[in-house]
T-cell receptor, first 113, second 115 residues
Framework: AQSVTQPDIHITVSEGASLELRCNYS??????LFWYVQSPGQGLQLLLK??????LVQGIKGFEAEFKRSQSSFNLRKPSVHWSDAAEYFC???????????FGQGTELSVKP | DAGVTQSPTHLIKTRGQHVTLRCSPI?????VSWYQQVLGQGPQFIFQ???????GRGNFPDRFSARQFPNYSSELNVNALLLGDSALYLC??????????????FGEGSRLTVL
């Protein structure tokens, strides 16, 4: 079955600390992987994507993610978190048809001053 | 350039009523997808349309239907509303087919409350 698992429902980090959000996927075909961020009451904004090539991808707002096929993982990282990063983060998997994405449950990030 | 636009942004209905949600994709995008996001969960795929044809359907009852118009805008219709239909309904547009990176561009959503 196709699925995405985000093991951490809620994470709290101090401002300036590093961050890693975990994502594991199960997908039968070549996965196209995405991280989206959602602020309260808003739609989803794409942070970064992976579909081929270098397994370390850079995104917006200083985020990066690493694709590890052997672990079926696509973890999101940021070296220094800012208070404005507090939001809900979603990992998703899909294909190149650009229609159906399978989303994880999301990880809510809180940032302590 | 305008992004994906959705209307209405908020609406309240009662059980048994019908609702129509509207979406305009990014200019040049011919594919529109609909997602339901219940509070505290990730978005769930409902439909994808491309060139006015349904290209994918998620695990939703027949009370949910959609269509795409010649200008690529789309409507999502939900009949016989249930309390459990209360959610944020997200529309996303994308390119379609070979060479596409699979990226979806989301609108702000329509928040439906069913009383």
């Amino acid at each position: 079955a196709q699925s995405v698992t985000q093991p951490d429902i809620h994470i709290t980090v101090s401002e300036g600390a590093s961050l890693e959000l975990r994502c594991n996927y199960s997908y039968g075909a070549t996965p196209y992987l995405f991280w989206y961020v959602q602020s309260p009451g808003q739609g989803l904004q794409l942070l970064l994507k992976y579909f081929s090539g270098d397994t370390l991808v850079q995104g917006i707002k200083g985020f990066e993610a690493e694709f590890k096929r052997s672990q079926s993982s696509f973890n999101l990282r940021k070296p220094s978190v800012h208070w404005s990063d507090a939001a809900e983060y979603f990992c998703a998997v899909g294909n190149n048809q650009g229609g159906k994405l399978i989303f994880g449950q999301g990880t809510e990030l809180s940032v302590k001053p | 350039d305008a992004g994906v636009t959705q209307s209405p942004t908020h609406l309240i209905k009662t059980r048994g009523q019908h609702v129509t949600l509207r979406c305009s994709p990014i200019s040049g995008h011919k594919s529109v997808s609909w997602y339901q996001q219940v509070l505290g969960q990730g978005p769930q795929f409902i439909f994808q349309y491309y060139e006015k044809e349904e290209r994918g359907r998620g695990n939703f009852p027949d009370r949910f239907s959609a269509r795409q118009f010649p200008n690529y805008s789309s409507e999502l219709n939900v009949n016989a509303l249930l309390l459990g239909d209360s959610a944020l309904y997200l529309c996303a547009s994308s390119l379609y087919g070979g060479g596409n990176t699979g990226e979806l561009f989301f609108g702000e959503g329509s928040r439906l409350t069913v009383l």
